[in-house]
């Protein structure tokens, strides 16, 4: 069955409830850290083909560290095949009051019962112990895609950044999910508009929205990075243009 998140938070409640334990310990905001952390994406940018990377940090203990980490991996091809995207945009402009306000509304769409069926579709093909604040990194690619997306073609990118949370992971999906959003918000398969106009006292209120649809096909992670000063994790992402 299809699972509807309604936010980036119940998305992470899920993917915490299969990782949380006792082993954790805290993310230190040092240089020591971004800097390993970003070698770590540095080096994942520059593979080649469709991998999908998992990290488990902060976990202490080795043997759950690799669990998550496979679990995260897994994870991730699972959006790569499934994702789908609602996103509503309100505007509400109210001359009364000289106001604008702007709402984002959106949900991802995935089934999360087929996590099984997409890892054994899927090959292990490296395991890091990174130690401290970072744990496992695990790398995993396809014995046989699902489907063929180019190397080149009309494809549409967009970042997403987002705050960091306590797992690492949970901040490159929280990323990942921002940049789909994006991706989204400019290439939606159904797009509509509606608009409510009325006059309250001789004035004028209008408000409006727009909701974006879109399955995202291919939706595929390019890079991630780290910026120690703003404490942000930044997603580039990219899906094949609906145009």
């Known amino acids: 069955m299809k699972k509807i998140l309604a936010s980036i938070l119940i998305l992470t409640l899920i993917l915490l409830s299969s990782c949380t334990t006792q082993e954790e310990a805290p993310l230190y905001n040092t240089p020591d850290f971004a800097n390993a952390i970003n070698r770590i994406f540095d080096d994942y940018e520059e593979l080649d083909g469709q991998v999908f990377i998992g990290i488990s940090g902060p976990y202490k203990d080795q043997d759950l560290a690799y669990k998550a980490a496979t679990r995260n991996a897994y994870q991730m091809a699972l959006f790569y095949e499934d994702l789908s995207m609602k996103v509503d945009v309100n505007l509400d402009v109210n001359t009364a009051l000289d106001r604008e306000s702007f709402r984002l509304y959106s949900n991802a769409t995935y089934d999360e019962d087929r996590l099984v069926e997409v890892a054994g579709r899927l090959d292990i093909v490296d395991i890091q112990w990174a130690g401290g604040d970072i744990g496992a990194v695990v790398l995993a690619q396809y014995i046989d895609p699902p489907f063929d ?18 797992f690492i992971q949970d901040s490159m999906f929280a990323a990942a999910y921002a940049a789909a959003v994006n991706l989204a918000m400019t ?8 608009e409510d106009i009325i006059t309250i006292n001789d004035q004028l209120i209008t408000k409006s929205q727009q909701v974006n649809l879109s399955d995202l096909d291919g939706f595929e992670i390019v890079s991630y990075s ?4 703003t404490d942000n994790y930044t997603c580039t992402a990219r899906a094949l243009s609906k145009n």
């Open 187 to 194: 290439s939606s398969d159904v797009t509509t508009v509606s």
């Open 226 to 229: 780290y910026d120690p000063k």
């Open 149 to 166: 997306i180019p190397e080149e073609g009309n494809f549409i990118y967009a970042d997403g950044v987002v705050l960091k949370y306590h």
